[in-house]
């Protein structure tokens, strides 16, 4: 699993500046840094990307996507830096973006992720000083409050021969009903956020249908995308598009690590089919809009349940799905998943404000409350939605949710030393470990790489691709001792083709 988030981009005094230009200074100002450029810059290997492949069959043509985007983007000299973590920092769609190493645990999703917050703080700090840029500022949220938006997407890996129509009967209540415990928390209503009001959720507003490709416009509730950066014939990874950039540690974990329990429960056909709701895109909507959790959702059958109903539904069968199953023990993280799901989920039914020390949305909430009580302020105050911006500066000094952390007010999973060990080492149990290993010991000679490659230039008559189509292999158990005992990339081949 692992996440991708595209961040905002401010240049402040410049409402004119150029967002990919922009964009391109702050990923290439940290691709500067020295243990990237040692050697030369490794490219990244689009020759294996298929985005227009659809996970219901079929492979999309024509206009929703130009196949040469990529190329493209490199020939302008877009900036793609790909990072001794395993991770990849780039621009998209006039964003910078980073996305995390394929790891095996929410607890690593979260540490990776928040690695790249860390990432992003200092891309911004090495632009501000080059000469003739002006400060860039650079923010965890999704929407520019002026009717765009841009995502903060998940990616799980999942066993191919699972029923895709399974995947959409069950995730879309999950979907519609889990921003309740990881939404960012937004000022205002609608796309454009001109409607007064606070929200759950910043990206709810943005989704149009409930199933589909697309990314950008017509958003669905459950993306088809069918690239699995991996053994297509064994393997699909569900990219995941409707949920929030999360700053809160616990948000994020809960989100990542609920999501593939469900997942896991789909495989397994253990999940009966009985919450279908029965206008998904409007009820997502309508639950984001309604952060007393009163809202009652329509479901097919005829019922009515709040948005707390239905995750109880969820939370109590994987309960019952992990304890029930023979032979296994729960191992800690997933023990302590439902922990701390059953924990939030109770105490958003007694008063949300229970939950301001652990997810975005609710300590948000209390910040703007705390701004309207003292400055006798209304939800149509410009005031608040700047309060909203700068819960997401992703600098140490000016970010509120960072002001949070520092004084002890939203609980946290790691130190920042561990942290800072992320930005620079990779996961040790996923291909990441072989990808990040290769950059950081032998830069010289690694040309390209991609999620399921390396290419090597070690002299020969033509580069040398090493693929890694399994993302549990590569790992610090399989190949560690190999980059002990191989001073070059030449000797790692050797090793590796002998072997």
Partial sequence: MGTEVEYGVSVPGQPGANPMVTSSQVVNAYGARPELTKGGRARWDYEEESPLRDARGFTYSGALYDPAEALADEDLGLANVILTNGARLYVDHAHPEYSTPEVTNPRDVVLWDKAG????????????????????????????????SYGAHENYLMRRQTPFADIVMHLTPFFVT????????????????SGPGFQISQRADFFEVEVGLETTLKRPIINTRDEPHADADKYRRLHVILG???????????????????????????????????????????VSHDPELKHLIRMRDGRRLSALDIQWAFYERARAFVENREGDDVDEITADVLDRWESVLDRLGRDPMLCAGELDWVAKLRLLEGYRERES?????HKLQLVDLQYSDVRPEKGLYQRLVARGSMATLFSEEEIQRAIVEPPDDTRAYFRGRCLAKYPAEVVAASWDSVIFDVGRESLVRVPMMEPERGTKKHVGALFDRCPSAKDLLEAITSG
């Fill in 117 to 148: 917050e860390r990432v992003m703080a200092e891309a911004s700090r090495r632009a501000a000083t080059i000469p003739g840029t002006l400060p860039i500022h650079l923010y965890k949220n999704n929407t520019d409050n002026k009717g765009a």
């Fill in 178 to 193: 889990r921003q309740i415990v990881c939404g960012a928390g937004r000022v205002g209503i609608g796309q454009d956020g």
């Fill in 377 to 381: 302020l209304g939800w149509s105050s």
């Fill in 244 to 286: 929030d950039a999360n700053l809160s540690e616990i948000s994020t974990y809960l989100k990542v690590g609920a999501t593939s329990l469900i997942l896991g429960m789909i495989e397994e056909k253990a999940l009966p089919g009985d919450l279908g709701i029965a206008d998904p895109v409007s009820e997502l909507k309508a």
